[in-house]
T-cell receptor, first 113, second 111 residues
Framework: SQTIHQWPATLVQPVGSPLSLECTVEGTSNPNLYWYRQAAGRGLQLLFYSVGIGQISSEVPQNLSASRPQDRQFILSSKKLLLSDSGFYLC????????????FGSGTRLTVV | RKEVEQDPGPFNVPEGATVAFNCTYSNSASQSFFWYRQDCRKEPKLLMSVYSSGNEDGRFTAQLNRASQYISLLIRDSKLSDSATYLCVVTSMEYGNKLVFGAGTILRVKS
């Protein structure tokens, strides 16, 4: 069966520090991968999505970047965190052409101090 | 106008009550519709897809009205464990088949 792993679960980072969040998927090949952010009390905002290795689309301009070095690995990064980067970061996967919705990882709660 | 709009609630209901949530979407070309459930500080999980003819899964019934661009979720015989945030989700070719989430409706079921 397919599983999605995301880590760490919580993270407290100072302003100006770098960030690297990793997401991996097991049990499927060539998934579509997504990074979402949910600010406190807000809806989910799509940050990046990827349909294949090295293929990244950005939805909103921001202080973050994403990379997909392997088929089932998706990384969210920042060189210098801002206070406004705090939030709940969720990785998700879906299968192209399948109308099954997305499956989310357990998320990383990031607090920038 | 937001692409997906929901009443944020909270809806406070007693156990056993029937409660309904509504959602409207702005893109008439939207193709697929879902309800997700999100528990406090957890990831969203797919509750059910919404089909044009309406569909039911146990105590949960989802309805779609394409003409009015309106989706609903009905929960019968509410349980304490139904307390969560319910997210309305749509997708369309215009969105590149990416899911667009509403901000969610909070449900609190009390004994």
């Amino acid at each position: 069966s397919q599983t999605i792993h995301q880590w760490p679960a919580t993270l407290v980072q100072p302003v100006g520090s770098p960030l690297s969040l990793e997401c991996t998927v097991e049990g499927t090949s060539n998934p579509n991968l997504y990074w979402y952010r949910q600010a406190a009390g807000r809806g989910l905002q799509l940050l990046f999505y990827s349909v294949g290795i090295g293929q990244i689309s950005s939805e909103v301009p921001q202080n973050l970047s994403a990379s997909r070095p392997q088929d089932r690995q998706f990384i969210l990064s920042s060189k210098k965190l801002l206070l406004s980067d705090s939030g709940f970061y969720l990785c998700a996967w879906s299968v192209l052409g399948k109308d099954y919705g997305y499956t989310f990882g357990s998320g990383t709660r990031l607090t920038v101090v | 106008r937001k692409e997906v709009e929901q009443d944020p609630g909270p809806f406070n209901v007693p156990e056993g009550a029937t409660v309904a949530f509504n959602c409207t979407y702005s893109n008439s070309a939207s193709q697929s519709f879902f309800w997700y459930r999100q528990d406090c500080r957890k990831e969203p999980k797919l509750l059910m897809s919404v089909y044009s003819s309406g569909n039911e899964d146990g105590r949960f019934t989802a309805q779609l009205n394409r003409a009015s661009q309106y989706i609903s979720l009905l929960i019968r015989d509410s349980k304490l464990s139904d307390s969560a945030t319910y997210l309305c989700v749509v997708t369309s070719m215009e969105y590149g088949n990416k899911l667009v989430f509403g901000a969610g409706t909070i449900l609190r079921v009390k004994s």
